[in-house]
């Protein structure tokens, strides 16, 4: 009977040191697992914040190009050149280096008009383009050349340098004041039918000629 109590003891120890041995296993593979998972946290979190590091840097660098670009176009200059054949060129000068583009169109022909009547002061600068094989033309009245009227009559007839709005304007700009001065003056007859010219000589305008009164409708 002793002996019989003395081996169910045993079998209950072993059976609790089993049982503990495996409770501990639980923990540490438990506190393992919760381990794993705070380095996984960790890692992650990491990572994120060198991503966003890397993204704000980025940023930063990408604003700084920009600003550095701004301030080279600022420093840039820019010219417009009319060739002898009528080609019209962009000439990029910065920092000594110069870079040429040419533009998609070129001009035919450019006079400034003037009526032949004495009291009649107005000028026309008119220019003659031809552009993606079409000839197109433009009359400018010269006491009227804002940037705002350039850009409505190069628009329409769909003259352009192909630049920013800025840079659009400012060529137009530069490319008007250039024929302004070296554009020849041409008088032309008010209307069609007999008229006297500059020299006081009986003239006629025939119906293919320019008059004044077809130039004022341009304008």
Known sequence: MQENFSEYNRTMQNANMTAYHLAQMREVEIRSRLQEKVESAQIEIAKRAEIEAIC????KQRAEDRANIA????????EVVLTNDGEVEICKELFGATKTDRSNFR???????QSQLQDEEKEVLAI???CEGKKKKVFLDTSKLSAKVLNQKFNKAGIHFKFSQRKEAELREN??????GIAPITVIPESHGWYRN????LSFAF???????????QI
């Not at 001009?107 to 008009?113: F, M």
């Not at 500059?198 to 000589?201: I, L, P, R, V």
């Not at 119906?207 to 409708?217: I, L």
């Open 175 to 180: 490319l008007v004041i250039k024929l302004q």
């Open 128 to 130: 003659e383009f031809a």
């Open 71 to 78: 301030s080279l176009r600022c420093l840039q200059k820019t």
């Open 207 to 217: 119906p293919m000629d320019q008059t004044w009164k077809e130039v004022g409708k």
């Open 56 to 59: 704000t840097y980025e940023k």
């Open 198 to 201: 500059q020299e006081g000589k």
């Open 107 to 113: 001009i035919v022909n450019y006079a400034i008009l």
